[in-house]
């Protein structure tokens, strides 16, 4: 019988949380440092020494022996520099040391990490900067027990080289304007909005020794060749399906490591595709579910290994089969238990909720295509748009009951009535009924409201959900602030207030589409109403640097110009160097795996074909002489297209960088991949099995 698991015990029991602060920190101390926590108050570098020394007392108590301040560079992963608690020895004895100055401040290398610009080579120096907001943790693993700290990175004269010092601006932004609309309703009890988000993390796990044999997955994280298998997903039977022992097994160890670090993982579920599974956690404040959610990546990946599998969070690993998104669900939250998004039983009557909605919707409209560029990454090129959906045009689902309440308010003026959900019968005596919500949901929306938040649905499996929350926040932020100004300064606040509503919805429901989003009618719709379709990364990446962008941004402090500007120049180069990868990976693959076995399998035909007509010269070998010149003539379409994707990819990687390599990348070798994996996928349904050098679709995805 397995081991009793007490969850209460377990959670956080790698944290130092406030429990712990609580009962090692002189009171003052504690104090002082819950203010900045709590109310944003400027961190008291006094207090940074008695932090420092209880942290290291309680980490070496649990067996650290290290150090790291652990940041979220531009590469999409974190990052940590490992030191020991060990000072100068002497008499051979050494001291175990850790000062407030190690904790508030480290310094990294920062040439070496993406900056855009804003660190050349000879410029080393940056800085990482202790995030009290969110509470350092010990990570046990083959190294050891390691402290982690989470920290801001920024470089020598201050600008931001990662994902958590923007996102901690924007929280910041949309608190101070967020507090207005509330003080405008008359609300004085909360002192702090702050976004509360839960991330749903999808994610495939594959046989490890099967994953071995797989270039491309090794070396991009999603398969570049394979047909698909006789059977994909089309019975549905894997989605919310029985979980299989040896997943389960595995998701209740990740369980526990995540317990263990106080990460509130709270749903678990076999997803749409075969061997495809979701992670979802308890919802957060933002800056501890970003930092959460990276820590649920490297988790999911670094157990996987020690139950013999891999953990693919690539948005497209298999092509055919469902893709793997992060459904990042934001609302806004008081710290007197205000939900800003919450609508109530009649929302028609809640107007702080339709100035709310009617700001949010707005916001939405207007930059609908930084919402979209904060979603994009190579991966999900594969993902969005053509692909697979959610598409890649920004449209927000409300659902019938709001639809309802804003076509009233556009229409006379007013709402009277919100539409109710009744009551659900089943017609079966034994089953209870329920009561049945006012509206359905819309899986196909890539920003749907669910009752009270917003479920953006666009970001990508392996991607941090730290750029779309920031540009959520600010473009809120913008919106609130643009409302307030108006409502603060009328002198009739309730017809102001209606009026407001009234034109802002009227003036942008054009981005309210509650129909299916996965259909061309909607693509053709949208161009109609003059909604963005940026259907590649590269399309997208623009949208940081025009001056609607700098303007938002500067003004509310989140990003300069040259932050912008070097975040762009970043993506260019990560899509150029990602496609740049992949294209070399089937070069090589085709090269030295592919064509080979092609070409023995045509030589043994051959040699079966004249083995044939030497011993039965009357024998029919048109079966064996069709398959011979069809895997021939395919064969030879294979060399044309890699000489292609040769010629493509040297042309592209000879560019100079930046936007004209990576639309090289998009527009010219992209396509070349595809030309030369279509007969290749062919050939892999005539090839004997034997022969072929890989494992198919069905061994990675079925034999888990």
Known sequence: MSEVMNVTDMFGRNVFNDAVMRDRLPKSVYKKLKKTIEDGAELDPSIADVVAHAMKDWAIERGATHYTHWFQPLTGVTAEKHDSFISAPSDGRVIMEFSGKELIKGEP???????????????????????????????????????????????????????????????????EQALRILRLFG????????????????YFLVDRAKYMQRKDLIY???????????????????????????????MNEVNKELWKLGVPAKTQHNEAAPSQHELAPIYEEVNLAVDHNQIVMETLKKVAG?????????????????????????????????????????????????????????????????????AADAGNDQRL????????????????????????????????????????????????????????????SPFAFTGN??????????????SPNTVLNTIVAEAFKEAADILEAAGDFDMAVHDLI??????????????????????????????????????????????????????????????LESRAEVEYEGYSKAVNIEARTMIDMASKQIIPAVIKYTTQL?????????????????????????????????KVALAALIEATDKASAMGGGREQAEAYHGVVAPAMEALRAPADRLEMIVDKDLWPMPSYGDLIFEV
């Open 109 to 175: 290398d920062a040439s070496s990490f993406p900056s855009g610009g804003l660190r050349a080579t000879f410029e080393a120096r940056g800085y990482t900067a202790w995030d009290c907001t969110s509470s350092a943790f010990l990570r046990e693993d083959a190294i050891g027990v390691t402290l982690c700290i989470p920290t801001a990175f920024c470089s020598y004269k201050g600008e931001a080289l990662d994902k958590k010092t923007p996102l901690l601006r924007s929280v910041q932004a949309v608190n």
């Open 187 to 202: 609300n004085t009890t909360a002192k702090r909005v702050t976004p509360s988000v839960g991330a749903e993390q999808e």
């Open 220 to 250: 991009t994280g999603r398969t570049l060749f394979g047909a698909m298998p006789p059977k994909g997903q089309e019975l549905e039977d894997h989605y919310f399906g029985v979980i299989r022992e040896r997943i389960g097994s595995y």
């Open 306 to 374: 020690r139950h013999g599998m891999a953990c693919l969070l690539h948005e497209k690993p298999f092509a055919g089969v469902n893709g793997s998104g992060k459904h990042d669900n934001w609302s806004l939250t008081g710290d007197d238990g205000t939900n800003m998004l919450n609508p109530g039983d009649t929302p028609h009557e809640n107007i702080q909720f339709l100035l709310v909605l009617a700001c949010i919707i707005k916001a939405v409209d207007i930059h609908a295509d930084l919402l979209r560029e904060s």
């Open 385 to 444: 748009g053509s692909n697979e959906a959610p598409p890649a045009i920004i449209s927000i689902f409300l659902g019938e009951q709001l639809e309802d309440v804003i076509d009233q308010l556009c229409s006379t003026g007013e709402a009277t009535h919100s539409k109710k959900g009744g009551t659900l019968k089943t017609g079966v005596n034994i089953l209870p009924d329920l009561d049945k919500d006012a509206t359905d949901r819309n899986r196909t």
């Open 453 to 466: 938040k917003f479920e953006f649905r666009m970001v990508g499996a392996s991607d941090s959900i730290a």
């Open 502 to 563: 009234k034109e802002t919805l009227s003036a942008h429901r054009r981005v309210i589409f509650n129909g299916n989003g996965y259909s061309k009618e909607w693509v053709a719709e949208a161009e109609r109403r003059g909604l963005p379709n940026l259907g590649s990364m590269v399309e997208a990446i623009p949208a940081l640097t025009t001056e609607k962008a700098v303007k938002l941004f500067e003004e509310f402090g989140v990003f300069t110009r040259a932050e």
């Open 606 to 638: 051959a040699g079966s074909i004249c083995a044939v007509r030497n011993a039965c010269p009357e024998a029919d070998v048109s079966v064996q002489t069709e398959l011979l010149t069809e895997a021939s003539d395919l064969l030879s379409n294979m």
